[in-house]
């Protein structure tokens, strides 16, 4: 058995005409979180979809768990937890029904499964919450009731598809905390979201994908180091176009438009700054760069639909 938990080696996938997925590799060692960073249709979800066993590869390798996907998928899942996008919790049952019911599917017995839900529902902060019906939990509460669910199995690996969408920063901040928990017990997780913040707080490593080949992959700040300027300098407001053509562009080693915002990417910025002296009609940010500067320039600033 490999000692990766999730291993693909050069894994395609097409419909029809469009090939959206395009020579994928990658592997994931045990106890790290890895995230996938793509815009939208660039070859993510497919991606799961493939290494869930719920869609077939035109070519290429999975193992998952140690069980090549598809053809052991069945078992392979059995050592997985998924988080899906959008809770698909049962609202005719409890709390502690809900988490029952799921733990079926993985052959586990009642009394199995209810001698775990005190312990699963204390990690997701719902201890006062086991006979509620969901309708009555808040957004927060059955995301994390969704995290709960996906540990019933006291599975291996735990796939999460944007688990944070939607949630307000208390929610968010007790979910990644709860994440970084599990890596520290040996979990490993698959992560796909688009806030760059999450990526970067919670990853271990990363790939950002584009047009359903992988541009990138490391540890976020390998990453940034290697593909961005250390430092940035946004300049907003009606002038900072004009500011930018008179003095953003020569003094940056890259430099950006966007609107009325300018971005200026620079490994010393202390020209820019004197050059911002007195031009009290704009308003400026100095940075550091982060994730969501290495993003937009590898995948480009147009909307995806």
């Given at each position: 058995?490999?000692?990766?938990?999730?291993?693909?080696?050069?894994?395609?996938?097409?419909?029809?005409?469009?090939?959206?997925?395009?020579?994928?590799?990658?592997?994931?060692?045990?106890?790290?979180?890895?995230?996938?960073?793509?815009?939208?249709?660039a070859?993510?979800?497919?991606?799961?979809?493939?290494?869930?066993?719920?869609?077939?590869?035109?070519?290429?390798?999975?193992e998952?768990?140690?069980?090549?996907?598809?053809?052991?998928?069945?078992?392979?899942?059995?050592?997985?937890?998924v988080?899906?996008?959008?809770?698909?919790?049962?609202?005719?049952?409890?709390?502690?029904?809900n988490?029952?019911?799921?733990?079926?599917?993985?052959?586990?017995?009642?009394?199995?499964?209810r001698?775990?839900?005190?312990?699963?529902?204390?990690?997701a902060?719902?201890?006062?919450?086991?006979?509620?019906?969901?309708?009555?939990?808040?957004?927060?509460?059955?995301?994390?009731?969704?995290?709960?669910?996906?540990?019933?199995?006291?599975?291996?690996?735990?796939?999460?598809?944007?688990?944070?969408?939607?949630?307000?920063?208390?929610?968010r901040?007790?979910?990644?905390?709860?994440?970084?928990q599990l890596?520290?017990?040996?979990?490993?997780?698959l992560?796909?979201?688009?806030?760059?913040?999450?990526?970067?707080?919670?990853?271990?490593?990363?790939?950002?994908?584009?047009?359903?080949?992988?541009?990138?992959?490391?540890?976020?700040?390998?990453?940034?180091?290697?593909?961005?300027?250390?430092?940035?300098?946004?300049?907003?407001?009606?002038?900072?176009?004009?500011?930018?053509?008179?003095?953003?562009?020569?003094?940056?080693?890259?430099?950006?438009?966007?609107?009325?915002?300018?971005?200026?990417?620079?490994?010393?910025?202390?020209?820019?700054?004197?050059?911002?002296?007195?031009?009290?009609?704009?308003?400026?940010?100095?940075?550091?760069?982060?994730?969501?500067?290495?993003?937009?320039?590898?995948?480009?600033?147009?909307?995806?639909?």
């Amino acid at each position: 058995m490999s000692a990766a938990l999730l291993e693909i080696r050069d894994l395609r996938k097409s419909f029809g005409a469009q090939e959206v997925v395009r020579g994928i590799s990658l592997t994931l060692a045990r106890g790290e979180c890895y995230g996938l960073l793509g815009p939208n249709g660039a070859g993510k979800t497919t991606t799961l979809r493939l290494c869930l066993g719920l869609t077939d590869p035109d070519s290429g390798s999975i193992e998952l768990a140690g069980l090549p996907v598809p053809r052991a998928a069945r078992e392979a899942r059995l050592r997985l937890g998924v988080v899906p996008q959008i809770d698909n919790l049962d609202p005719d049952f409890t709390v502690t029904e809900n988490l029952v019911v799921y733990g079926r599917y993985f052959g586990l017995r009642d009394a199995a499964i209810r001698a775990r839900v005190p312990e699963l529902l204390e990690f997701a902060g719902l201890s006062g919450k086991a006979d509620a019906p969901i309708q009555s939990l808040s957004g927060g509460m059955k995301r994390r009731l969704s995290l709960a669910r996906a540990l019933v199995n006291d599975p291996d690996i735990v796939f999460l598809d944007e688990p944070t969408t939607g949630l307000d920063p208390q929610a968010r901040h007790l979910i990644w905390e709860r994440l970084k928990q599990l890596t520290l017990q040996g979990k490993t997780l698959l992560l796909t979201t688009h806030f760059m913040d999450e990526a970067e707080r919670l990853c271990h490593r990363l790939a950002v994908i584009d047009q359903g080949r992988i541009v990138a992959e490391g540890s976020p700040r390998e990453l940034i180091q290697a593909h961005i300027e250390p430092d940035v300098v946004e300049v907003f407001g009606d002038g900072a176009p004009a500011w930018g053509e008179a003095h953003g562009r020569r003094l940056s080693e890259r430099f950006e438009k966007v609107g009325e915002t300018v971005f200026c990417y620079t490994r010393d910025a202390r020209p820019l700054l004197a050059a911002l002296e007195g031009c009290h009609h704009l308003r400026s940010l100095h940075r550091p760069a982060n994730l969501e500067d290495l993003f937009l320039k590898l995948t480009g600033r147009d909307l995806r639909d």
